[in-house]
């Protein structure tokens, strides 16, 4: 029974009306339920309201601003369209996709969802949504796209060519040549480029991914380390995004066979957001990766990096040495940066002299003289050390230790009195030192100026508005009491840990994008340097002896730290065996 029969049924209209209402819509190539709306036969809400009846399918009111992007690619965009269906969330714990139709009853739609569905192992949810609901959600998520293809028509109508690449090629010497004012006003590429990066800080997004492929030009996201796709875009506006994104960077448009690196600072709603920018070259084009930088984000204080207890305490008594060199140590990601830039918030006085050296330069900090290394030019992480310490400084960040000529000028730093703060690429606390020996470094000169050292990862917080507590199976408490055994008894009574603590585990909610997380916490090992580890390191220094050490002063493990933040609520203990795992390979 279609809707004007139903109201037909109900006497609203005469069958007189119903029948001209169904020829008009007919004539019109309209759907009836469009045509009654648009005639004001029936409002939209009354009319869903009595299909949601019919249908015993519950209306749902969407809220397409709390629809989370990486949903978005569940259903492909030519099936949303002609199906006029909108997926709404997935539930990945219990394997429920949640699907909004405006047409529920078309059995066409119902049998496109069930295939999807079956590819990708889900079960359906489904719920009735109005039509103005469905025309938000395309003006919010398709708009993009659309505007990309509209981009190019008008510069393929402005340059009457039928070559992709002259439009192109031509359409960047537009650009390059064309006032800035004028552009952010009139170029659709202009504009699309400022919805990307627009989208990313709207979703607290660290990294932007623009990348060829074979078929289209793909755009993601990485939000709390785990890549998501948002947009894919046509293949050949390929070249006139990345040349908007150099210009912007200030980079060389006409020089895509090798990498570039630059950076640019733009204003997003209230607040300005500093963006880095790295292209690289690969056999489809140049893919672009986009940092977000927040400085607002960047600057937290050490308890909010999730460093707390005796590893707060320690770092704070050797922060505290007017000399001695602070490492850093974990893979590509890991927030070594900003935790050093955090210590260097503490340190940022007007009594002191402040000087770093970076590759590049994350943050900008009021206070402190920053600099970037050039290897190009020959201004390297060594080369650079030799001038800092002619500006007097007291205290020195140096980005990364990689080379043996680096590592022992900021040995010979920290020795002649400056705070040195820097990173290291090693895989855990312990396995620092040997690292540093292997650079030629004298073990009787690191003992006396090696303070600590910080390893560490970042692994996803629960998220605080839909985290929910769980009781724990026989297994995983089992599992929880064994390595809570090995966790120094100070520790847990520090943050008041024992076996009856919650345990909470992800749920997702609007808010988290349903993924049940929001934002990154650290898990740290904090080695201290004492003069039982000392000896240690002028006659055994293998890894092994050195966190036999360690363990004996009390340190915990990341794993460790990690355990005891899933019996403080604020992760799962899911994510500290994945970031567990993966450490296994870094």
Request: net charge neutral.
């Amino acid at each position: 029974m279609n809707i004007i029969q139903l109201l037909l049924k109900q006497k609203k209209i005469s069958k007189e009306e119903g029948e001209k209402l169904s020829q008009d819509a007919q004539k019109l190539g309209k759907d009836q339920e469009e045509f009654l709306v648009e005639k004001k036969i029936i409002t939209e809400k009354d009319l869903f309201d009595l299909k949601s009846k019919i249908l015993n399918i519950p209306l749902q009111e969407v809220n397409v601003e709390e629809i989370p992007l990486e949903v978005l690619p569940v259903i492909p965009k030519e099936a949303v369209e002609f199906y006029k269906v909108v997926p709404l969330k997935v539930d990945r714990q219990r394997n429920i996709l949640e699907v909004g139709m405006v047409y529920p009853e078309n059995s066409q739609a119902q049998e496109a969802l069930k295939f999807l569905a079956r590819q990708q192992r889900f079960s359906l949810n489904i719920s009735l949504i109005t039509l103005s609901n469905f025309r938000k959600y395309l003006d919010r998520f398709q708009t993009p796209e659309k505007e990309v293809e509209g981009a190019l028509e008008k510069l393929e109508k402005e340059f009457g060519s039928a070559d992709d690449k002259e439009v192109l090629e031509n359409a960047v010497g537009t650009v390059e040549n064309t006032p800035t004012d004028k552009l952010a006003e009139e170029a659709p590429v202009i504009r699309m480029v400022a919805v990307i990066l627009r989208q990313a800080v709207d979703g607290k997004a660290s990294d932007i991914h623009i990348e060829p492929t074979v078929d289209n030009l793909r755009v993601r996201y990485r939000m709390d380390g785990i890549l998501y796709p948002s947009l894919v875009l046509p293949l050949k506006v390929h070249p006139a995004i990345v040349a908007r994104i150099k210009i912007l960077s200030r980079l060389k448009i006409d020089e895509n066979r090798i990498p570039q690196d630059g950076r640019f600072s733009t204003k997003i709603g209230s607040k300005r957001v500093d963006f880095r920018v790295a292209t690289f070259p690969t056999t489809l084009g140049e893919k672009v990766v986009i940092r977000v930088l927040d400085s607002n984000d960047g600057l937290k204080k050490l308890e909010d990096l999730g460093l707390v207890g005796r590893n707060h305490l320690v770092l704070m008594k050797m922060i505290k040495k007017p000399y001695g060199m602070i490492l850093v140590v974990g893979p590509t990601g890991s927030g070594k940066t900003s935790t050093l830039y955090t210590i260097l918030r503490i340190l940022n006085k007007d009594q002191v002299n402040i000087v770093t050296l970076e590759d590049p330069v994350e943050y900008f900090m009021s206070g402190v003289n920053q600099s970037q290394v050039r290897p190009e030019i020959d201004y390297t992480f060594s080369r650079g050390l030799r001038q800092i310490l002619r500006q007097d400084p007291n205290i020195i960040m140096v980005g990364e230790i990689r080379d043996e000529e680096t590592a022992s000028l900021a040995v010979n730093a920290a020795l002649t009195g400056h705070l040195v703060l820097s990173t290291l690429h090693a895989n855990n606390a312990s396995g620092a030192i040997p690292r540093l020996l292997d650079m030629q470094i004298k073990p009787f000169l690191l003992s006396p100026t090696l303070s600590v050292v910080l390893s560490q990862r970042l692994l996803r917080v629960l998220c605080p508005l839909c985290k929910t507590k769980v009781n724990l199976d026989a297994k995983t408490k089992a599992f929880l009491q064994e390595k809570l055994k090995n966790i120094p008894q100070e520790a847990k009574d520090d943050l008041k840990i024992n076996s009856s603590s919650p345990f909470f585990e992800p749920k997702g909610c609007s808010k988290c994008s349903d993924t049940g997380y929001s934002g990154r916490i650290g898990i740290f090992e904090v080695l201290e340097m004492t003069a039982q580890l000392s000896e240690i390191v002028v006659k055994d220094p293998s890894e092994k002896a050195i966190m036999q050490e360690a363990r004996r002063q009390g340190m915990l493990t990341m794993e460790e730290d990690g355990i005891l933040k899933v019996m403080q609520g604020i992760t799962s203990l899911q994510e500290v065996m994945r970031v567990a795992e993966e450490n296994k390979y870094s």
